[in-house]
């Protein structure tokens, strides 16, 4: 062999050496590492940020939840910052305790946290002694007056004030934010509810310095879909149900929004 292939044969060499013979140790250098968990929990809900290190090198990130270990779901998570991702949780059961552990993984290796418990809100009671329908309740950001009994645990509250000429996606928006977080936009049934006691409701209403609930031709909101165009809506002093009209859908439509929320009774034992 000449020189000239001798040097050629040994220039191919260093380049394979230099860059071509990373080995999974030299990705695991690079594995991002956990700093702090940040939990904020609601009755159903619960947001986990996490701080990580070298965040940027990761392909996937998320958390490992479940009420023990034997029995944890995987979720992804979501950026948030350069060093954190989020997690949002719902469908979760109130007082309850739950496991939760940050993972990440750069594509060789997953890094998993320490474990961390964190236990979600009670549901609240009604603060009334003998509740009744049209009653009001002052907790709960804004109150709300006890429009019916789901059974003998339950009840809904309806909310104080209420809003006219929304779209249906406004609504929505427009009952989150009324009070706490857990008021919004009724179902169909929910709505229905309403119409079998409009006058005790009203009075209620009246009584403790709310708006009436509006009984001309006008529509309430329903949160219950037709389908991807047309949301249910109610005629509150006849009860008649509609969803669509004049060749308007529910982002187009607007009509007026009442929020409900789900309250826990007191326990008589």
Not at 47 to 75: L, P, W
Not at 162 to 187: F, I, M, R, S
Request: proline share 3%; charged share 20%.
């Amino acid at each position: 062999m000449n020189r000239l292939a001798y040097k050629i044969f040994f220039l191919i060499a260093a380049i394979v050496l230099l860059f071509g013979c990373k080995t999974e140790s030299d990705n695991d250098l690079f594995a991002p590492e956990f700093g702090s968990i940040y939990i904020d929990t609601d009755i159903y809900e619960a947001k986990i940020n996490v701080e990580v290190k070298n965040r940027q090198n990761a392909t996937s990130f998320g958390i490992y939840i479940g009420e023990d270990e034997n029995s944890m779901s995987k979720y992804n998570g979501e950026p948030n910052g350069v060093d954190s991702y989020s997690v949002t949780l719902s469908g979760l059961h109130p007082d309850t305790q739950y496991i939760c552990k940050g993972w990440v993984t750069n594509g060789k290796t997953e890094i998993i946290s320490s474990p961390m418990t964190f236990r979600t809100l009670q549901k609240p009671f009604v603060s009334v002694d003998s509740p009744q329908i049209g009653d009001y309740v002052s907790e709960y950001g804004g109150g709300g007056i006890i429009y019916v009994f789901e059974d003998t645990a339950e009840a809904l509250l309806i909310s104080m004030t209420e809003a006219w000429n929304l779209t249906w996606v406004a609504a929505v928006l427009w009952c989150k934010e009324y009070g706490d977080k857990q008021w919004y936009l009724p179902a169909i049934e929910e709505l229905n509810y309403i119409t079998f006691n409009l006058n005790t409701i009203n009075e209620g209403i009246k009584k403790n310095g709310g708006t009436e609930l509006y009984l001309g031709n006008k529509c309430y909101w329903s949160s219950t879909e037709y389908n991807e165009f047309f949301a249910y809506r109610e005629r509150l002093y006849t009860g008649e149900i509609y969803y669509y009209g004049n060749d308007e859908n529910k982002n187009a439509l607007v009509n007026i929004t009442r929020a409900v929320r789900r309250i826990n009774l007191p326990n008589d034992d």
